[in-house]
């Protein structure tokens, strides 16, 4: 089976760092594009930060930018999102996703694009 695992979340004060990760199994993340995405209460699930599968190319929404930093380890099939100058604002349920390099590019780093999903892992930012 397929699974992709998301693990690292916690309850944090603001301006505190966490590292996520998201372990693949029965599968070679080398094939993969990988995303990051959060979803907070009443609101849509949003892009946070994507990673390429071939040159490791990496995007970012603006929130974001300057604070997190996706990477990945394709030996360990892991990839991670650290997590630094949290904010209130980031408080949410962290998903990370997939999708076969062999069935498209995500133009965007956006949740319709991917369709192997994680169960998400909380994230909490306290004021």
């Known amino acids: 089976q397929v699974h992709l695992v998301e693990s690292g979340g916690g309850l944090v004060q603001a301006g505190g760092s966490l590292r996520l990760s998201c372990v693949a199994s029965?599968?070679?993340?080398?094939?993969?594009?990988i995303g990051w995405f959060r979803q907070a209460p009443g609101k849509e699930r949003e892009g946070v930060s994507c990673?390429?599968?071939?040159?490791?190319?990496?995007t970012y929404a603006d929130s974001v930018k300057g604070r997190f930093s996706i990477s990945r380890d394709n030996a360990k099939n892991t990839v991670y999102l650290q997590m630094n100058s949290l904010k209130p604002e980031d408080t949410a349920i962290y998903y990370c996703?997939?999708?076969?390099?062999?069935?498209?590019?995500?133009?965007?780093?956006?949740?319709?694009?991917?369709?192997?999903w994680g169960q998400g892992t909380q994230v909490t930012v306290s004021s």
């Open positions: 996703a997939g999708i076969g390099s062999w069935i498209t590019k995500p133009e965007v780093c956006e949740p319709h694009e991917y369709d192997l």
């Open positions: 990673i390429s599968s071939s040159d490791g190319s990496t």
């Open positions: 029965g599968l070679n993340l080398n094939y993969y594009y």
